[in-house]
């Protein structure tokens, strides 16, 4: 009984120390990449240009579209056209 406590503890220190080894040397290898190859800042995207308006018959059709499979009860707050 008192062997098995005995294997049973140090196997426990054991695998804690491992842990404490391998997170200490990650956080080491994180920080030297860091230091070597900063990350690259995000390119700024260009501001789209506004979309056409959309033609009145080409609305009105959406509008009723809308109407007809929605039973009369949607709709049609705003139209992008992508």
Known sequence: M???ITLMIV???TV???LLIIIN???LLIKIVNKIAPEEEAKKKAAAPKAAP???DVMEVIRQTVMQVTGGK???ANVVKL
């Open 11 to 13: 196997g426990m220190v």
């Open 25 to 27: 040397l990650s956080n």
């Open 54 to 56: 959309i033609a009145a």
């Open 74 to 76: 949607g709709t049609v």
């Open 2 to 4: 008192n062997i098995g």
């Open 16 to 18: 804690f120390a491992v």
